[in-house]
C-alpha cells in the first residue's frame, strides 16, 4: 500500500521569509513518480513538479526548489523569498505502478504581508 | 489551448434531485478522474477511467454514476442517494499510468 505524509497541516510565515513544506512517503514499488501540486483559493489543482524515482537531482525552478532523498523517502519543496501570492494548499502525490496516485492531506500555506 | 473543462462553476441541488458534473478534455488522454474534495480535506477518488466504456469505482463511489462514451467526456452524475453530496469535485486526466495528473478547475456543488 501506498501512503504519503504531509505532517504540517498549516504554516504561517510573513513574506520574504524562506518556508519549506514536508513531504515523506511509503511505497513497496521500485519505480514510482512523486508530485507536488499547488491549491490556490480558486480551486484548481496546478501542477508543479514530477520526479520519478532514478532521479535524485534536486530541482530549482525560480523561488522554488525540491529535494527528492530516496534514504528517507522524502520529497520536501521550499519556497524562498514568500510571496503573498504563494498562499495556497500544497499537496504532495505518489503515483507507483498504477493509475491512481495517492495525495498526501495537504499543507496550508499563509503568506502575511 | 488544451485543457480540461468542468461546468457548471457553481451547481445547487435541492435534496432528492440528480445532479449531473459535466467533465471534458482536450488533451487526448486516456485517463480519466474525478474526486471529491471538502473543506480542509484531501482528495477523495469517486472514479476514474482507464479507457472508453469501462471505468472503476474508486474509494467513495456510492451515491455517484458516471458514464465513458467518449475519449473527451467523463461526466458524473450525482444521485439522491448520495447522503452528503455538497462538496469541491475535481476532475482529472492523464495520459498514461506514469503520466502527471491534471485538473480542471471544479464544481462547487452545494444541496439546498
Known amino acids: 500500500a501506498q501512503k504519503v505524509t504531509q505532517a504540517q497541516t498549516e504554516i504561517s510565515v510573513v513574506e520574504k521569509e524562506d518556508v519549506t513544506l514536508d513531504c515523506v512517503y511509503e511505497?513497496?514499488?521500485?519505480?514510482?513518480?512523486l508530485f507536488w501540486y499547488k491549491q490556490p483559493p480558486s480551486g484548481e489543482l496546478v501542477f508543479l513538479i514530477r520526479?520519478?524515482?532514478?532521479?535524485?537531482q534536486n530541482e530549482i525552478s525560480g523561488r522554488y526548489s525540491w529535494n527528492f532523498q530516496k534514504s528517507t523517502s522524502s520529497f520536501n519543496f521550499t519556497i524562498t523569498a514568500s510571496q503573498v501570492v504563494d498562499s495556497a494548499v500544497y499537496f504532495c502525490a505518489l503515483k507507483g505502478g498504477s493509475y491512481i496516485p495517492t495525495f498526501g492531506r495537504g499543507t496550508s500555506l499563509i503568506v502575511h504581508p | 489551448d488544451g485543457g480540461i473543462t468542468q461546468s457548471p462553476k457553481y451547481l445547487f441541488r435541492k435534496e432528492g434531485q440528480n445532479v449531473t458534473l459535466s467533465c471534458e478534455q482536450n488533451l487526448n488522454h486516456d485517463a480519466m478522474y474525478w474526486y471529491r474534495q471538502d473543506p480542509g480535506q484531501g482528495l477523495r477518488l469517486i472514479y476514474y477511467s482507464q479507457i472508453v466504456n469501462d471505468f472503476q469505482k474508486g474509494d467513495i463511489a456510492e451515491g455517484y454514476s458516471v458514464s465513458r462514451e467518449k475519449k473527451e467526456s467523463f461526466p458524473l452524475t450525482v444521485t439522491s442517494a448520495q447522503k452528503n453530496p455538497t462538496a469541491f469535485y475535481l476532475c482529472?486526466?492523464?495520459?498514461?499510468?506514469?503520466?502527471?495528473?491534471?485538473f480542471g478547475p471544479g464544481t462547487r456543488l452545494t444541496v439546498l
Open positions: 482529472a486526466s492523464t495520459q498514461g499510468f506514469t503520466d502527471t495528473q491534471y
Open positions: 511505497t513497496r514499488d521500485t519505480t514510482y513518480y
Open positions: 520526479r520519478n524515482s532514478f532521479d535524485e
